[in-house]
C-alpha cells in the first residue's frame, strides 16, 4: 500500500495542476489503507478544486481523524454530522461505500468504548435498516430496547439526526419487531408491553406485508385475504388469559 501511495505521489509531480486530484487522493488513500492514519490526512488538506474532490477529502479525512481519536467526542460527531446533506442528497450515490465505511468505523469504535446505544444505532444505519425482512432478523431483547430509546429521543444531536437518516425505520417499528420477538419466544407478558405502547393506528396499519406482520409460529394470525388486519396486542392479551387455564 505505501509503495503505491509514494507513486501516487510521484505522479503528482508530472500530472498538470488541473490533474493532480486525482492521485492526491490516490495517494492519502494508500496511505489510509496502510494504516498511516496521521499521513492520510495531511495529504487530505492538499485536495482542492471541485466540490467532488472536497467532499471525498472531507470523508476520508474524518475516517483519518476516526482511527486517530483516541474515542469519540462530540466534536468529532459535530463535524462527522456536518456531511449529512453530503451523504443523503440524490446526487451522491458515488459516495455511498465511504458512508458504509465510516459507519462501519464508528460501530466499532462506539464498540470498543463500551457504548452500546450507539453501536446498536450505527450498524442500523450502516445497513439501511428498513421495515421488512431487514427488520424481521434485526436485533435482540438487548439491542432492540436501546434502539428504541435513540430513535425515540426527543432531542437529537446533529450526529444522532445524522445516523437516523440512515434508517428507514422509526421507534413504533423496532418496538413492534420487539413485541414480535418476545411472542415468538413465549413472553406473551412482554410482548403485551410492547404493543401496549403502540398507538391504535400503528396496530391496525400491520398486516401481511409489514415488519413483524407474521404470526410467531410460521402462519397468519389472521385467515383469509391479505388484507385482514390482526391485532397483536389482542393476541398476546389472548395468549396470557390461554396461559393462567
Known amino acids: 500500500a505505501m509503495a503505491l501511495a509514494d507513486f501516487a505521489a510521484s505522479m503528482q ?27 492520510a490526512l495531511k495529504e487530505t488538506e492538499k485536495l482542492a478544486g471541485t466540490p467532488y474532490w472536497k467532499e471525498k477529502a472531507r470523508v476520508l479525512g474524518l475516517l483519518a481523524r476516526i482511527d486517530l481519536a483516541p474515542r469519540m467526542d462530540a466534536a468529532l460527531e459535530k463535524d ?14 458515488r459516495l455511498s461505500p465511504l458512508r458504509d465505511f465510516l459507519l462501519l468505523k464508528l460501530e466499532r ?31 435482540d431483547e438487548k439491542s432492540l430496547p436501546l434502539l428504541v430509546d435513540f430513535l425515540e429521543k426527543k432531542d437529537k444531536s446533529e450526529f444522532e439526526k445524522f ?27 412482554d410482548a403485551e408491553r410492547e404493543f401496549a405502547k403502540l398507538d391504535t393506528a400503528y396496530l391496525a396499519s ?19 385475504a391479505t388484507e385482514v388486519k390482526w391485532d397483536k396486542l389482542k393476541f398476546a392479551r389472548e395468549l396470557i388469559q390461554a396461559e393462567k387455564k
Open 109 to 139: 469504535k462506539y464498540s470498543a468504548a463500551g457504548d452500546l446505544q450507539r453501536t446498536i444505532a450505527t450498524h442500523a444505519a450502516g445497513m439501511t435498516l428498513s421495515r421488512g425482512t431487514d427488520l424481521d432478523s434485526f436485533g
Open 206 to 224: 400491520l398486516d401481511h406485508s409489514h415488519a413483524g406482520g407474521l404470526g410467531p409460529f410460521g402462519v397468519d394470525y389472521a385467515d383469509g
Open 163 to 189: 445516523l437516523v437518516a440512515g434508517m428507514g425505520v422509526n421507534g413504533s417499528d423496532v418496538r413492534d419487531r420487539l413485541g414480535s420477538l418476545h411472542l415468538s419466544r413465549g413472553r406473551f407478558a
Open 80 to 93: 462527522i454530522a456536518s456531511l449529512r446533506p453530503v451523504f443523503y442528497r440524490q446526487e451522491s450515490r
Open 13 to 39: 509531480k508530472s500530472t498538470p495542476p488541473n490533474e493532480q486530484n486525482a492521485w492526491i487522493f490516490y495517494s492519502a488513500y494508500m496511505r489510509y489503507m496502510g494504516g498511516q492514519a496521521g499521513s
